[in-house]
Every structure is written in C-alpha cells, then in structure tokens.
C-alpha cells in the first residue's frame, strides 16, 4: 500500500463537491488526471469509495468511512505541523532555568518571567532555585537551559551576559548606631558581629561580598552562618548582627531593620545570565535570553 497525503486531499475534495469537475477545478488540476489519482486510490485501499455514473457522483458505504478517517488523519498531520512550527518559533516546550535567591528580586527578572508567560503560555517554565556553583554542573549536563547567577569564575564551557551591576547595601539592625547614618564603610561593619552565608553553600555572593572586604584588608566576625539570605535578613532583623546583600533585596522591608548604602564606590555585585557555550539552545530557551538581555538596565 503507497497512499500518499495527496490521495487523501484528491479524495476528499471529489467525495465533498460529488463531481469530479468541480473537484479538479478546486485543486487546480484537470480531470483526467483526478480521475486516475482517485482509481489508484481504490486500488490501494482495496474498496470501491465512490459510486460513478454518467450524470452522479456518489459515497459508498466504504468511502463515507474513508472520507471520515481521511479528514482525520490530514488533521491530524496538520496539527503535528503546526505543533513543530510552533516549537521551532520558541512558542512551545519547555524552559529550565535556573536561579540564585536574589534573581527574582531582580526587576528585568521578573518583568521578562511575567511577560513571557504571558505571550508564551504553552512554554512550560520550570525554575530551580539553585546556588551559583551549583548551576555549573546542569547547565554544562544540559539539564538546565539557563542560569542565572552572581558572577563567579565560570568553565571555558559556559557563556554568560551581565544583566545587573548593582550596589551592595548594608543590614543594620534599626536600633543600632549604624542604622541612622546616611552611609556605612565597610570597616564599621567589619567590627560588628557579622551574619553571612555559610561558605559550604555554594552562593556566589560569599566570595563575591568577603572579596570585597579583603581588598580593603578586612575580615568580618562571622556570629552567625547561615544558608538562605532570607535567613540572614530575619537574623539581622532579630538583632543577631549585621550582614550586607544586593541592593535588589531591598524590596524585603522590615520594621526591625535598616538598609544603608555602603560609602565604598567600588561595593558592587553583578547578576549573569549564563548559559552552555556547546549545546544549541532550544527556540524558547534563545527567546526568553533575548528578553532578558534586552530588559537589563541600561540595554
């Protein structure tokens, strides 16, 4: 059996339009060639499909089947096209994406998540939040499509662009001294009790944070090592200590705590998109990297 599509289409246009003129007509093909295409067909299916005479076109009983599971298996093909289509446009699939706890603080962050799942709602998004060093290893496995992360030093493997450069801040409990000047050094809060990441975590912001504070001869006093900077927020807040995170933090406001800008021009962190230099991104995966990049401050 060799039927092809085009049999399908040649038979449906004869069984709707029950005249072979019309048919051709509406194919843009003439008649005798219809004609034989339609013979061949019964011949490959084994069945007579239509019932000819001089003046009428008629179904048989086989042929209104036919005509039935023909209209199905052409829809059928349709949808699988316009599903390839679609998945190759980036309008399908799925994103894996993976991010530091700050990255949803991160205005362009979740501006380009929302707008994306708004105009691509057949994209499954699936997020993982995940330490910077901890992204390395999916994202060059292939398991995540993107990552976002503080900057750190990253394998030949892996591509990025910087989304955020943005100012440090310092965590001062609101009944502290420190809480009330307009900026803080860094050497005031290094001789304060100092709530941080553990450094077994794997976050990029205690390298990144504690470099800092080398470059400037200083190593705070660690009182409380924890694994979440939402964790740190609260320990601050509690009166444990201060600490210092990334400005985009700042949307998290609490009565007992302060954020103050730090006085050292140079107390910056960056947020990267990265993403793996040798594996082809998927359409969506080059989409939503396009959005973000374009979003960023100062795009």
């Known amino acids: 059996m060799n039927i092809e599509l085009r049999h399908l289409r040649y038979f449906i246009a004869v069984a709707e339009e029950l005249h072979f003129g019309r048919a051709a007509a509406r194919l843009n093909i003439s008649q005798p060639p219809l004609s034989q295409q339609i013979q061949i067909l019964e011949q490959q299916v ?18 209104k089947q036919f005509l039935a599971d023909s209209r199905q ?28 706890s700050s990255a949803p603080f991160i205005t362009a962050v979740s501006t380009t998540l929302s707008s994306f799942r708004r105009h691509y709602p057949d994209v499954h998004i699936q997020t993982r939040e995940i330490n910077t ?37 310092a965590m001062i409990p609101k009944d502290h001294p420190l809480a009330a000047k307009p900026t803080v050094t860094l050497a005031e809060l290094a ?20 470099g800092i504070m080398r470059r400037y001869g200083l190593a705070p006093v660690m009182a409380q090592e924890v694994g979440e900077a939402m964790t740190i927020i609260g320990l601050v807040a509690a009166g444990l200590g201060v600490s210092i995170l990334p400005a985009s933090f700042k949307r998290v406001q609490l009565n007992e705590m302060r954020w103050v800008p730090l006085a050292e021009p140079d107390a910056v962190s960056e947020m990267w998109l990265v993403w793996p230099r040798h594996h082809e991104l998927s359409a969506a995966a080059q989409r939503f990297k396009t959005q973000l990049i374009t979003a960023a401050p100062g795009r």
């Open 46 to 63: 084994g069945a007579r499909l239509l019932a000819r005479t001089n003046r009428s076109v008629a179904l048989t009983a086989a042929g």
């Open 191 to 210: 001789r304060e009790p100092f709530v941080f990441f553990d450094p077994h975590v794997g976050t990029g912001l205690y390298d990144d944070i504690l």
């Open 73 to 100: 298996i052409l829809g059928t093909v349709d949808e699988a096209a316009a599903r390839a289509a679609r998945l190759h446009l980036g309008e399908t699939g799925e994103l894996r994406i993976g991010f530091t």
């Open 133 to 169: 060093r901890e992204q390395i290893a999916p994202l060059n496995e292939g398991s995540l499509d993107l990552g976002l992360m503080r900057n750190t030093q990253l394998p030949e493997s892996l591509d990025w662009q910087p989304i955020l450069r943005e100012p440090l801040m």
